[in-house]
């Protein structure tokens, strides 16, 4: 049948699936805010105060369902909005569609009204990006976009559409999406029997997973992969969730403020087996002590990603999943008891702790935020040193639960995700852990979660400064804290109120049981707990740029000498 293009668009994304959109609107992409309209009772819209906001939304849905997330703005500034979430998304693989729409064809390269070249800012940042100029054009390419966004390893795509597009006319025919078979493998038999053979050779293996484990959905094929050879497990800060973090196989998160013992393993392996993990330079600190004693294989969906970081002795290619089910088939069971017992044995010795004391401190707000708020809640954080402290006291225990920005930082991402996660499951327990200095960044998505009735729960570390380059300014800056002490005048009750969230602001641990208790139970708004701690508490361990990963720091005492 002919449909103009606006129709078009929202019933290919109709066909995709989609649910749910974020977005906001303006001159150039009118015209599909009217189909928005026409088309309200079979997709839902979500309207954000600001377009970054909706780019992490639409990050949030995807990384909490494995769906792809779909964002929209207009021409021009709406469209660069989107940018930074795009590229977080970019960065940590998550399958997002962003919609743009721009000028007419006739007023492209002119300098026209909110006229940029959107196609060209993104390229960088995105998997694939298309410029549709012509309503025949949409179908086809809104299917292929969808098929790349959500195939291989995912990622975000970019379709910008000039405004004649959406108004011409183009015949339309239903189709149903070509399934996206990602369980695929590309290494050889003779491959496989290569990692055999040095998996069942090595006394002391050790297994760091990533976030490719999580969108393989191969969690259950680790554990038993883990089961089968006998050996720990460490997580990438984007692999949170793919192992149990209760399980006594698992040894922390590694990498920059990884766990001792994660960094013990790594330093007395003799095999290091990387299931889905790009080797990044905060996991693997110094590369040239980084596993120096251990044989090393890489299992990665990306070709792109072998001996890039890191150089190893063996790879697969494939989907971890399928990867995983096959070695599982034709492994033998492993044993590695002395090993097991050695790990054991740091971990008692070197649990993870908050060294700086007191009772209301990072870890004990974070533990009492779990205790009450329980496994199946999904965890969402911003960037800094609560990130950190969520990652390494959470105890996340499932898959697509814990949803943070790792590669690109991205300080500001927690309320829009959140909102994200919350949209696409709608009676479970969402919670973002923010800093004080995050919160400002898009604190105005706080009235999207009210308008739209969401009952996230924003906890702000707040400490009254920027804690992350702080702690770096101390240690390494000689204590010149150069603009990372904010004395904002901002009243947090009456900006969370007037945003039309309930606020709390707490001091000590009553309190703190109190607002959560109050926040889980409140199901129709948003709750923002104002939790004010100590501006010197630091994120240990922590390993110093460019130094080893075998020698963190544990502690520092209070005359500023580093324990190790």
Known sequence: MIKNGADIVLECLLEQGVDTVFGYPGGAILNVYDAFYKYSGKIRHILTSHEQGAAHAADGYARSTGKVGVCVATSGPGATNLVTGIATAYMDSVPIVAITCNVANNLLGKDSFQEVDIVGITMPVTKHNFLIKSAEDIAPTFRRAFKIAGSGRPGPVLIDITKDATAGEAEYKKEIPERIDNYKLESDSADFDEVIEMIEKSERPFILAGGGIIAAGAAKQLHKFQKTIDAPVALATMGLGAFPASDPAFTGMIGMHGTKT?????????????????????????????ARRAKIVHIDVDRAEINKNIFTDAHLIGDAAAVLDELNKRLHKQKHTEWMSKISGWKEKYPMKYSGGGEFNPETIIKEIKRQAGDDSYLVTDVGQHQMWAAQFYGIEKPRHFLSSGGLGTMGYGVGAAIGAQSAHPDSVVVNISGDGCFHMNLQELSTAATQKLPIIDVIMNNNVLGMVRQWQRLFYGERFSQTTLNKPTDYD??????????????????????????????????????VINQDHNVLPMVPGGESIEEPILEITTDGKEVR
Not at 497 to 521: Q, R
């Open 262 to 290: 994660s960094s013990l393993a790594i330093k007395h392996c003799d095999l290091l087996i990387n299931i889905g993990s790009r080797f990044s330079d905060r996991v693997i600190c110094n590369p040239k002590t980084f």
């Open 494 to 531: 009456m900006v969370s109120k007037g945003l039309g969230a309930n606020a709390f602001t707490v001091t000590n641990m009553d309190e703190l049981k109190h607002a959560v208790s109050e926040a889980l139970k409140t199901r129709n708004k948003p709750t923002v707990i104002n939790c």
